[in-house]
């Protein structure tokens, strides 16, 4: 039996939001991949909330339309024979009664309750759940980020929360700690003894983490204006990102012991306030350009308000305070409706000291760890070897390329299948703590702080580019360039 394949133990996943975006882009095919690889006991349930009035049969019809590319339909029938739906409204008291009820017919299950909504609903939701006594035994709670907008509320929330439902079982889930390249960084890291030697301020010259989107805000224009890059993003992805590049070495890869690592890491960020915000960050908004190959409305048509002060990209130099990583700058991006979609993580070591080499060989490249996340998990280590061939010594830079899906012959899993027998297993490793949250907030917020006292709009950005001018001025004052060869 592969890693992948393990059995759990039978489990009732309760999605509230069970009819949006998230659930059936994501969670229910995840569910429903991992129900054709055999680990969803017969016995376990997974139920669907919303406020539609919707019955079992008429939800069951909407996941055909929406699973039927996922699998052949045998498979897919006998899954929804696990699927049922109950409409029911968070804040109110309606139908709350027969819930707990059908929860309680199957009392030895795991009970997973997924909070695919608003924040706004987190606290009326653990509220009746606390009241019916469904969050005793073996009960666990997902939280789907943003966790609040700042500290202030993301401390109201984790308050809120944690009356009903204690620590150990809170999963805060951020599914880019789910993606294979972000697990294998830790094997990259402490299970081989080529890398871990260099990883530190005497040998790598500086990081880039790139998380790039072609599309517009599209149907999330209601939420992304009240949240932007910096909140949807890089406060939350591109941290924990960070964090795991950044980190010490754990004692094990116990849960507390990866996240007492990755706190370490976020306490240790020097400050952006407004003091140097404006020499550390850039922020921009797309307007109408060329992307994926079509003319695209910008941010202000696509939303209706040319008015609006929200980001739709965030460039940032971050430098980290301790021993291991004093000078090495770490530069964050993220956008959308950038020219490609890619997501990765960007190691550049420093030159050799001194080339031996005749000048018309050719330029000495610096060597370059890439870790893909999307489209195409994998590693590529950039050397520099001699060019083949009779004629003189030509320099070439040539990357060592490891895709997943070809050295392994498998397509990787998606991050929330990972995840989400994760949170049946009891295992938090890769879901954040309370503590990591607010850290990260703490970071956060005196950035967002700065951007609003600074009076000053996003910088405008071609869709199809890759963001403001300013970002590229960002990195090039230091003699550097952003890494964009993603072939």
Request: overall charge negative; hydrophobic content about 40%.
């Amino acid at each position: 039996m592969t890693a992948s394949n393990l059995p759990v133990d039978p489990f009732d996943l309760v999605i509230f939001g069970g009819t949006g975006d998230l659930a059936m882009r994501k969670l229910l095919p995840a569910l429903l991949h991992r129900f054709h690889a055999g680990q969803v006991p017969p016995s376990s349930r997974i139920i669907g909330v919303a406020r539609e009035p919707l019955g079992d049969e008429g939800y069951r019809n909407h996941l055909r339309e929406v699973l039927g590319q996922h699998g052949d339909s045998t498979v897919l029938e006998a899954f929804l024979q696990q699927v049922s739906y109950r409409p029911l409204d968070a804040r109110k008291d309606e139908g709350w009664d027969e819930f707990a009820a059908l929860i309680k017919q199957q009392a030895g299950h795991v009970r997973v309750f997924y909070l695919s909504t608003s924040p706004q609903l987190f606290v009326d939701i653990c509220t009746r759940l606390g009241a019916h006594a469904l969050n005793l035994g073996e009960a666990r709670v997902v939280l789907e980020k943003p966790i609040g907008r700042d500290l202030a509320s993301a401390r109201g929330i984790n308050d809120a929360v944690g009356r009903f439902f204690s620590e150990s079982q809170t999963y805060r889930i951020d599914h880019y700690l789910g993606k294979e390249t972000v697990q294998n960084l830790l094997v990259l890291r402490f299970g081989n003894a080529l890398f871990e030697p260099l990883w530190n301020s005497a040998h790598i010259e500086h990081v880039q983490i790139t998380v790039a989107e072609t599309v517009g805000v599209g149907h999330r224009a209601g939420y992304y204006d009240h949240a932007g890059a910096m909140r949807d993003m890089l406060q939350n992805h591109i941290l924990q990102l960070l964090c795991m590049v950044a980190m010490e070495p754990p004692a094990s890869l116990a849960p507390d012991a990866v996240r007492d690592e990755k706190l370490k890491v976020l306490n240790a960020l020097k400050p952006i306030d407004e003091s140097n915000a404006s020499e550390l960050t850039v922020r921009g908004q797309y307007r109408a350009g060329v992307a994926e190959g079509a003319s695209v409305p910008g941010y202000p048509d696509e939303l209706g308000n040319t008015r609006s002060q929200t980001e739709t990209f965030v460039a940032l130099k971050a430098e980290i305070g301790n021993w291991r990583w004093a000078g090495v700058p770490f530069y964050l991006r993220t956008g959308k409706r950038l020219p490609e979609r890619v997501s990765e993580i960007a190691v550049t070591f420093k030159p050799v000291p001194h080339s031996i080499f005749a000048s018309n060989a050719g330029k000495l490249l610096q060597n370059r760890l890439v870790l893909r996340l999307q489209p195409d998990e994998g590693v590529k280590l950039w050397l520099t070897i001699k060019d083949p061939g009779p004629g003189g010594l030509r320099l070439r830079h040539v990357p060592l390329d490891m895709s997943f899906a070809e050295e392994f012959g498998v397509q990787q899993p998606d991050a929330y299948e990972r995840l989400l027998l994760d949170v049946v297993r009891g295992n938090p490793t890769l879901f954040m703590r309370r503590d990591e949250v607010e850290a990260a907030w703490r970071w956060a917020d005196p950035i967002l702080e700065a951007w609003d006292a600074s009076g000053e709009p996003p910088r405008p950005y071609f869709a199809g580019s890759w963001g403001p001018s300013a970002a590229v001025a960002l990195i090039e004052r230091d003699g550097r360039t952003w890494h964009e060869d993603h072939a």
